[in-house]
């Protein structure tokens, strides 16, 4: 009897619901009921749509998945939390995935920057524990900073905001000030080289070692590279970059084309000075 009742029950609930128009899962209330009756349900489980990016190779190293995400549209898409933090120094705003543009960071050019306070942070740069990276833009002549928050999370690198604002104290404003004008103004160049000028090179001789040498002044106007005058990439992958420190390291990496110099200027006597440069491109 106890059978019968409820298959009649579940004949005139479903024959009622034939009639209305409703939102609610008609299974639900179909399992809640026998629930009730029986104190006996098997339980249909829901299957879960998982669309969070997974790890790829390119998540193990942060330099392997930024230059993907700079050069790749799809992957970039999917690698960006949307909407997406901007802020525009004081007024916060949100982008839209349809909004995005493409954001080719520094790999349309043939080499990138970095910034370190000593020797010691170079190590960093390959650091496979890091979880946390900020990509910077520091535009020199409007003294503004542009910054990329990627963080790791579950091994998968995501960008999750933007912010573009003035370059505050503490942040290399000294050294801004001075390497703004250092590259563009040759007589003040010259004045701010230590003399003479370290320098250390692959041995022409032998390319598997390493040649210290120095450059007088002359030499130096010979040797020197192309600096960048307009504005400065930097990736910090944990760096401090205080304007307090009487030391920084300008590294410039050529992209695919076996191109580094290294720049290190410290502060003497009050004044920023070069006092050696490293040329060791392949």
Same mark, same amino acid.
């Given at each position: 009897?106890?059978?019968?009742?409820?298959?009649?029950?579940?004949?005139?609930?479903?024959?009622?619901?034939?009639?209305?128009?409703?939102?609610?899962?008609?299974?639900?209330?179909?399992?809640?009921?026998?629930?009730?009756?029986? $104190?006996?349900?098997?339980?249909?489980?829901?299957?879960?749509?998982?669309?969070?990016?997974?790890?790829?190779?390119?998540?193990? @190293?942060?330099?392997?998945?930024?230059? /993907?995400? /700079?050069?790749?549209?799809?992957?970039?898409?999917?690698?960006?939390?949307?909407?997406?933090?901007?802020? !525009?120094?004081?007024?916060?705003?949100?982008?839209?995935?349809?909004?995005?543009? $493409?954001?080719?960071?520094?790999?349309?050019?043939?080499?990138?920057?970095? =910034?370190?306070? !000593?020797?010691?942070?170079?190590?960093?740069?390959?650091?496979? /524990?890091?979880?946390?990276?900020?990509?910077? %833009?520091?535009?020199?002549?409007? &003294?503004?900073?542009?910054?990329?928050?990627?963080?790791?999370?579950?091994?998968? %690198?995501?960008?999750?905001?933007?912010?573009? &604002?003035?370059?505050?104290?503490?942040?290399?404003?000294?050294?801004?000030?001075?390497? @703004?004008?250092?590259?563009?103004?040759?007589?003040?160049?010259? +004045? $701010?080289?230590?003399?003479?000028?370290?320098?250390?090179?692959?041995?022409?001789?032998?390319?598997?070692?390493?040649?210290?040498?120095?450059?007088? =002044?002359?030499? %130096?106007? /010979?040797? &020197?590279?192309?600096?960048?005058?307009?504005?400065? +990439?930097?990736?910090?992958?944990?760096?401090?970059?205080?304007?307090?420190?009487?030391?920084?390291?300008?590294?410039?990496?050529?992209?695919? !084309?076996?191109?580094?110099?290294?720049?290190?200027?410290?502060?003497?006597?009050?004044?920023?000075?070069?006092?050696?440069?490293?040329?060791? @491109?392949?």
């Amino acid at each position: 009897m106890r059978k019968i009742g409820l298959g009649l029950c579940l004949l005139v609930f479903l024959m009622s619901c034939g009639n209305k128009k409703t939102k609610m899962d008609p299974f639900v209330t179909i399992t809640n009921m026998v629930d009730s009756a029986s $104190h006996k349900v098997d339980t249909v489980p829901q299957v879960e749509v998982d669309n969070d990016p997974k790890p790829t190779e390119a998540d193990e @190293s942060f330099d392997d998945f930024v230059y /993907a995400y /700079a050069s790749d549209d799809v992957l970039q898409q999917q690698r960006t939390k949307f909407p997406l933090p901007y802020y !525009n120094v004081d007024t916060p705003s949100k982008i839209e995935k349809e909004d995005w543009e $493409h954001d080719y960071l520094f790999t349309q050019q043939s080499y990138y920057t970095l =910034l370190f306070d !000593n020797e010691d942070d170079l190590e960093l740069v390959g650091d496979t /524990a890091i979880a946390s990276v900020q990509v910077e %833009w520091i535009f020199l002549e409007n &003294r503004m900073v542009k910054k990329y928050y990627f963080e790791r999370v579950k091994g998968v %690198w995501m960008l999750e905001a933007i912010n573009l &604002r003035q370059i505050e104290q503490g942040e290399n404003e000294d050294f801004v000030t001075f390497y @703004s004008r250092f590259v563009t103004d040759s007589l003040y160049q010259s +004045s $701010h080289i230590r003399k003479p000028l370290e320098y250390i090179t692959i041995d022409p001789d032998d390319e598997f070692s390493i040649l210290e040498t120095t450059l007088d =002044l002359n030499q %130096w106007y /010979a040797f &020197r590279p192309v600096l960048p005058v307009d504005k400065l +990439s930097n990736i910090n992958y944990g760096q401090k970059n205080s304007d307090d420190s009487n030391t920084k390291i300008l590294k410039v990496n050529g992209i695919g !084309n076996g191109y580094t110099n290294i720049f290190y200027f410290r502060r003497y006597r009050g004044d920023w000075e070069l006092y050696k440069y490293e040329d060791t @491109s392949i």
